[in-house]
């Protein structure tokens, strides 16, 4: 991984696990951005799981667990096509921690991953 992403003509700062240092410098271009990096093509169950993922954070402070996220929001991920496991296909590089990283949670609250 890189030490920074640059979008949109700005360098983001990554760890060294590559996820964002800075919660606040998430935006759908940085998404897109590390996608890009890990040759995933994003597709709306993606989307529907980062918003989850940022607000749940943004709410307790902590990733929400996979049991969670589809329990909370299964009916939304239903219209969408999205299963338990798509989600599991649809992130194959690590499933929650991918999923983590790139929705720009912090690493140290992905734990539950």
Not at 37 to 48: A, G, N, R, S, Y
Request: aromatic residues 10%; glycine residues 8%; charged residues 20%.
């Amino acid at each position: 991984m890189t030490s920074a992403i640059t979008v949109q003509g700005k360098a983001l700062p990554l760890n060294k696990n590559g996820f964002l240092v800075n919660f606040g410098d998430w935006a759908p271009e940085v998404a897109k951005a590390m996608a890009e990096e890990e040759h995933l093509k994003l597709v709306d169950c993606h989307w529907v799981a980062f918003k989850y993922m940022r607000d749940y954070y943004a709410q307790f402070e902590i990733a929400p667990s996979p049991h969670v996220m589809i329990k909370e929001i299964g009916a939304e991920l239903d219209s969408h096509k999205c299963t338990r496991k798509t989600l599991e296909q649809i992130f194959p590089g690590g499933g929650c921690k991918q999923a983590c990283r790139i929705a720009g949670l912090p690493e140290s609250f992905c734990y539950a991953c």
